[in-house]
């Protein structure tokens, strides 16, 4: 048997218990309805059934990858500044004369 039956079961049974509390709690259902016990009972064969036939498609094979690298980066062309001064690029302006 192929997937995962035991993790299908669980998931399905979960999945049927919030559908029915959902269902239950918006008012749809009410509480002494049999459908809160079916459907965790459906999401439990659901879940095995979907389980079974996973994987649903054979997936995409994997490509070789290239064997020669990436090529690097080009280094900056503007070398940094030789000393840690900030220079303004805008001088502060003098005050007017009187």
Not at 8 to 22: V, Y
Not at 62 to 75: D, F, K
């Amino acid at each position: 048997m192929k997937g995962k039956p035991f993790l299908g079961m669980i998931s399905g049974f979960f999945f049927g218990i919030f559908g029915g509390l959902t269902l239950f709690l918006f008012g749809v259902i009410p509480l002494d309805s049999h459908l809160l016990w079916i459907l965790p009972i459906v999401g439990i064969v659901l879940g095995l059934l979907m389980a079974t036939w996973a994987p649903f498609g054979k997936g995409v094979p994997e490509t070789a990858s290239p064997s020669t690298p990436a090529p690097a980066r080009a280094p900056d062309p503007t070398p940094p500044p030789a000393d840690d001064t900030v220079v303004d690029a805008d001088p502060p302006a003098e005050p007017a004369a009187e």
